[in-house]
């Protein structure tokens, strides 16, 4: 399944447009954001972005689409490439990071406004692709138990819930002491995690 057709790369001008858009939606909400407010932060007039986008709408549907599509391709690739669930899930988890990291904003409408794009019909697919996204990790957590590579009372959904709100929130933490940690040192904590536990063995 895919959420979207090969197009023409946007324009420079399109993709500078787009941006500013995701940013405005990430920190006002969709639908609190006017299409003049995003021709405003442009430096443009309101009409002038009716050349490029027919509505707010299409501005949104093209940053949801590209986010999951990439958020896509990567768990589909990891998935169909790794002989072993636990490779599988590895993967993911550093794949789904690294999209999250490029579409940090559309992520940030998806959870905001979640209730609104899924009420409507233009925005059906991201149920769809949702869908997906869980079915592939409930796939993988499922072939881990039937080979034995993980714990046979594992609730597979509810570990798809658990990791899938761990990975969707911000990695830019930090402690009160200015303690940092990057991308990469939050991932391998987690996976430690995951796969090791926290009790000494």
Same mark, same amino acid.
């Given at each position: 399944?895919?959420?979207?057709?090969?197009?023409?790369?946007?324009?420079?001008?399109?993709?500078?447009?787009?941006?500013?858009?995701?940013?405005?939606?990430?920190?006002?909400?969709?639908?609190?954001?006017?299409?003049?407010?995003?021709?405003?932060?442009?430096?443009?007039?309101?009409?002038?972005?009716?050349?490029?986008? /027919?509505?707010? =709408?299409?501005?949104?549907?093209?940053?949801?689409?590209?986010?999951?599509? #990439?958020?896509?391709?990567? $768990? *589909?690739?990891?998935?169909?490439?790794?002989?072993?669930?636990?490779?599988?899930?590895?993967?993911?988890?550093?794949?789904?990071t690294a999209a999250l990291s490029r579409h940090r904003a559309a992520l940030t409408m998806l959870q905001n406004d979640w209730a609104y794009f899924s009420a409507q019909k233009r925005f059906a697919y991201l149920r769809t692709a949702m869908?997906?996204?869980?079915?592939?990790?409930? /796939?993988?957590? =499922?072939?881990?138990?039937?080979?034995?590579?993980?714990?046979?009372?594992? #609730?597979?959904?509810?570990? $798809? *819930?658990?990791?899938?709100?761990?990975?969707?929130?911000?990695?830019?933490?930090?402690?009160?002491?200015?303690?940092?940690?990057?991308?990469?040192?939050?991932?391998?904590?987690?996976?430690?995690?995951?796969?090791?536990?926290?009790?000494?063995?």
């Open positions: 399944m895919t959420t979207t057709k090969k197009a023409a790369p946007p324009s420079e001008r399109r993709a500078h447009l787009i941006r500013l858009a995701a940013d405005l939606f990430a920190e006002k909400g969709f639908r609190a954001t006017t299409v003049r407010e995003i021709a405003d932060a442009a430096g443009i007039l309101s009409g002038s972005l009716y050349h490029h986008f /027919d509505s707010k =709408e299409s501005i949104g549907d093209e940053i949801l689409r590209e986010f999951l599509d #990439d958020v896509l391709g990567g $768990y *589909r690739e990891a998935a169909s490439g790794a002989d072993e669930p636990r490779v599988a899930i590895e993967r993911m988890v550093r794949s789904s869908k997906e996204i869980e079915q592939t990790w409930i /796939d993988q957590l =499922e072939r881990g138990k039937q080979t034995g590579q993980f714990r046979a009372d594992l #609730d597979a959904r509810l570990i $798809y *819930r658990l990791l899938r709100d761990i990975l969707w929130i911000p990695t830019s933490w930090k402690q009160s002491r200015g303690k940092s940690w990057n991308t990469d040192e939050i991932v391998d904590g987690l996976l430690r995690l995951l796969f090791d536990g926290i009790t000494a063995h």
